[in-house]
């Protein structure tokens, strides 16, 4: 299995709604990631779990808050939201240490709209 | 600071062959992959470079200067379905992860 799912495909919230995006992989990398993704732009880190630790936080506001429960699974909860946070949400997962190889395989992503 | 730049759009004609180039001046640099992504889908994986020279993979072939801070992705035989964006990203192993800094995209107009 080298397949990274998310849920739900789209979403549509508004500013006082709280929700949460769902990662999941089967591959046992010990690393996952959430990049936001603006149309025509790359993907942006957010952040970066390690062996389930939250190893990287690129200064992403409060209203963003991951949890990684176990080794497969990874969310992401949402709560306040602004309509400038509407974009693509990517999950991705790899192998720990050494980069050759370790590509980081992506979900297909949630598209995120916040009214 | 991280600064990759990429040309924004390419056209080209099936059939033939396009080079889209990479620039990069990072702090870190483990290496340097290459992604595909069709519009409303994921990057998927094309290569990845980490020493210098030529990486072949079918149709498709990405090189790496490290002195130069460039790299560039070839495309051979190029057919429609090749249209898509396609991302240049640094890598740097952090202990924790390993971060991934995508350049601007360049999105790639294979016509008939």
């Known amino acids: 299995d080298t397949e990274v799912t998310q849920t739900p495909k789209h979403l549509v919230m508004g500013m006082t709604n709280k929700k949460s995006l769902k990662c999941e992989q089967h591959?046992?990398?010990?690393?996952m990631y959430w990049y936001k993704q603006k149309a025509k732009k790359p993907p942006e880190l957010m952040f970066v779990?390690?062996?389930?630790?939250?190893?990287i936080n690129e200064s992403v506001p409060s209203r963003f808050s991951p949890e990684c429960p176990n080794s497969s699974l990874l969310n992401l909860h949402l709560h306040a939201l602004q309509p400038e946070d509407s974009a693509l949400y990517l999950c991705?997962?790899?192998?720990?240490?050494?980069?050759?190889?370790?590509?980081?395989?992506f979900g297909p992503g949630t598209r995120l709209t916040v009214l | 600071g991280q600064n990759i730049d990429q040309p924004t759009e390419m056209t080209a004609t099936e059939g033939a062959i396009v080079q889209i180039n990479c620039t990069y001046q990072?702090?870190?640099?483990?290496?340097l992959f290459w992604y595909q992504q069709h519009a409303g889908e994921a990057p998927t994986f094309l290569s990845y470079?980490?020493?210098?020279g030529l990486e072949e993979k079918g149709r498709f072939s990405s090189f790496l200067s490290r002195s130069k801070g460039y790299s560039y992705l070839l495309l051979k035989e190029l057919q429609m379905k090749d249209s898509a964006s396609y991302l240049c990203?640094?890598?740097?192993?952090?202990?924790?992860?390993?971060?991934?800094?995508f350049g601007t995209g360049t999105q790639l107009k294979v016509e008939l």
């Open positions: 991705a997962s790899s192998q720990e240490g050494q980069a050759r190889g370790n590509e980081q395989f």
């Open positions: 591959m046992g990398h010990r690393a």
């Open positions: 779990y390690s062996y389930e630790k939250l190893s």
């Open positions: 990072t702090s870190g640099f483990n290496g």
């Open positions: 470079n980490v020493l210098d």
């Open positions: 990203a640094v890598i740097k192993l952090t202990g924790g992860g390993n971060k991934l800094t």
